[in-house]
Structures are given as structure tokens and as C-alpha cells.
Nanobody, 116 residues
Framework: QVQLVNSGGGSVQPGGSLRLSCAAS????????IGWFRQVSGKARELVAI????????NYGDSMKDRFTISRDNAKNTVSLEMRNLTPEDTAVYYC?????????WGQGTQVTVSS
């Protein structure tokens, strides 16, 4: 059974940092391209960051550049998202997605709340 488990969310003050994790089971993660997305209730899901299967390519949403870093540890079957200088606009549920050809697998999401 394929499972992606998201963790690391929480409540932080503006300017704070969080590190999110996407851990895979039942799935050989190194074969998959991984994306982090976020969603605010009532709004469309938004791309945060992506990383290619071999880790050689990364890209970020415009408001995340220079603040977020996506990385992967294929030996541990995990992908991380380091988030710095968080603002209230970063408040959302964050999801990871594993993609390979026609296969997409989603994590359950982890809540990030940024407020003073």
C-alpha cells in the first residue's frame, strides 16, 4: 500500500521557520518527481516547489523563491521542504505529491499557521 506521510507543520510567528517532511512507504521515492503544494480553504491548490527524481532540477512558486528550499534524501525515502521567513500569507495546508507518468500519490497534508 502506497502512503505518503506529511509532517512538520505547526504554528509559528512571522519571520519564523519550519521544516516539512514527506515520508514514503510502499513506494520507491527516488523514481518519482516530488512536488509540494499548499491550499487555503476555498482556494485552488497552489504549487510551492518541485524537485526532479534525481534531485537535479528544482523550481519554486514566485512568492517562495529565496525563502523555501526543497530537498530529497532518496536513501531515506523522504523529501523535505525548508521554509524560512514565513509570513501570514504562507498559512495553508501543505501537501506533497509523488508523480511518475500516469501515477500521482498525495500525502494527507500538514497545517502551517503563521500568525503573531
Amino acid at each position: 500500500q502506497v502512503q505518503l506521510v506529511n509532517s512538520g507543520g505547526g504554528s509559528v510567528q512571522p519571520g519564523g521557520s519550519l521544516r516539512l517532511s514527506c515520508a514514503a512507504s510502499g513506494l520507491t521515492l527516488y523514481r518519482y518527481h516530488i512536488g509540494w503544494f499548499r491550499q487555503v480553504s476555498g482556494k485552488a491548490r497552489e504549487l510551492v516547489a518541485i524537485i526532479s527524481a534525481n534531485g537535479g532540477y528544482t523550481n519554486y512558486g514566485d512568492s517562495m523563491k529565496d525563502r523555501f528550499t526543497i530537498s530529497r534524501d532518496n536513501a531515506k525515502n523522504t523529501v523535505s521542504l525548508e521554509m524560512r521567513n514565513l509570513t501570514p500569507e504562507d498559512t495553508a495546508v501543505y501537501y506533497c505529491k509523488a508523480h511518475l507518468r500516469a501515477d500521482d500519490f498525495w500525502g494527507q497534508g500538514t497545517q502551517v499557521t503563521v500568525s503573531s
